[in-house]
């Protein structure tokens, strides 16, 4: 293996490659007291590792390792650090990703053998895209790259994979480093959130090394662009199957039925980020117009059973749509099911409650007038 070493200070890169030599024979083909990308950007092909400093007044180490991963995903990098605590409360970077100094040669060496391991094990690992790469956003972020072979891809932390799924929301567009910060790390200082970008966005990088082939992560103009080849998000492909279906009527109702299907749950509805709700809402609204277009379809046509259906599939999604709490009390008093409507009426006026919202009142008389003429 060949390795650089990148440090403010030449008696550290110097101590740093002695060490190096004791427990290994990688190779150290170049010192650097500060790293200058398009000076140096031919040697980062070539090597395999890179030793990097942290704390450096030029540049952040977390930003330079993001720039590097950028030009070479592949590229192992072991952070060194003289601040225990800034590694690894800060950062959240685990023993494979850190190095204290001084650098002592029993700890250099564990983490050099699992550095050779991973370089072993994902050489030649790239994934082709000869298949397509399916996101899937519905309910929760899972990957698949063939029909029902999902894959599993390991985020370092929770923010990593929120960053990304944030860049995915807004793939193809410039994400300004600021808004990200704002976004995703608004309690931090700006000194401690720019850090905590630059560890996140490596983290991605990290995660995404086998599949560089599909995602395109760029440093540009302050901000990051995520480019995507070949990838379909399950979101994308629903809501173009939706956007191009004919008006629905009964002859049809079937085949909007079956893309309705592909809606497997809210947008990312198992992660609690505040960003998503928009984007979550304005999907919502697609579903909750046609589920309610088929919903009241199948009742014009006397199909009361199927309408039931789509109804309780609202009151599911939505429990505080009045609507269609009310489109089922007025079907279930069609079909005389009495028990039924009093039991959609309280379910309706329990949800209202614990939303603290005051229910219709043309709900209300409407139930009260269907209580007085029962009893007559």
């Not at 209202?352 to 009142?361: A, Q, S, V």
Request: glycine share 2%; charged share 25%.
């Amino acid at each position: 293996m060949k390795a650089i070493l990148v440090d403010d200070e030449q008696l550290a890169l110097d101590f740093l490659e002695l060490q190096i030599k004791k427990v290994s024979e990688i190779e150290v083909v170049g010192k650097y007291v500060h790293f200058d990308l398009k000076r140096h950007r031919d040697v980062l092909p070539q090597i395999d590792i890179v030793f990097l400093d942290i704390d450096m007044p030029e540049i952040n180490g977390l930003e330079l390792a993001e720039m590097l991963l950028e030009e070479n995903p592949s590229l192992i990098i072991v952070f060194v650090t003289a601040y225990n605590d800034f590694a690894v409360q800060a950062f959240e970077l685990n023993a494979l990703d850190y190095v204290l100094k001084p650098v002592r040669t029993e700890r250099l060496k564990k983490t050099l053998e699992r550095v050779g391991q991973i370089v072993s094990n994902t050489k030649s690992k790239n994934v082709s895209t000869n298949t397509t790469l399916r996101i899937n956003l519905f309910r929760e972020l899972t990957f698949q790259l063939e029909q029902d072979e999902h894959i599993h891809i390991k985020w370092r932390t929770a923010k990593a994979q929120e960053l990304f799924l944030y860049l995915l929301q807004h793939a193809e567009k410039t994400n300004n480093k600021l808004q990200l910060i704002d976004v995703l790390w608004p309690e931090f200082d700006t000194e401690k959130a720019f850090s905590q970008l630059y560890t996140a966005i490596y983290h991605i990088r990290k995660a995404l090394e086998q599949y560089e082939n599909y995602f395109s992560l760029k440093n540009v103009q302050d901000g990051y662009l995520l480019s995507l080849r070949n990838v379909v998000t399950d979101v994308s492909e629903w809501e173009e199957k939706m956007s191009t279906a004919p008006t629905i009527r009964m002859d049809n109702i079937e085949k909007y039925e079956a893309v309705m299907q592909l809606y497997t749950g809210s947008y990312l509805q198992e992660y609690n980020y505040l960003w998503a709700d928009s984007e979550r809402y304005r999907l919502e609204q697609i579903w909750l117009k046609t589920a309610y277009n088929i919903a009241n379809i199948y009742y014009d046509h006397g199909d009361l059973e199927n309408a039931e259906s789509w109804y309780i599939q609202i009151c599911t999604l939505r429990p505080e749509d009045e609507h269609a709490h009310f489109s089922l009390m007025e079907l279930y008093a069609s079909m005389g099911y009495g028990l039924l409507v009093k039991h959609q009426y309280n379910q309706l006026e329990r949800t209202m409650e614990e939303f603290h919202i005051k229910m219709n009142p043309t709900i209300q008389q409407w139930y009260n007038q269907w209580n007085r003429d029962k009893v007559k």
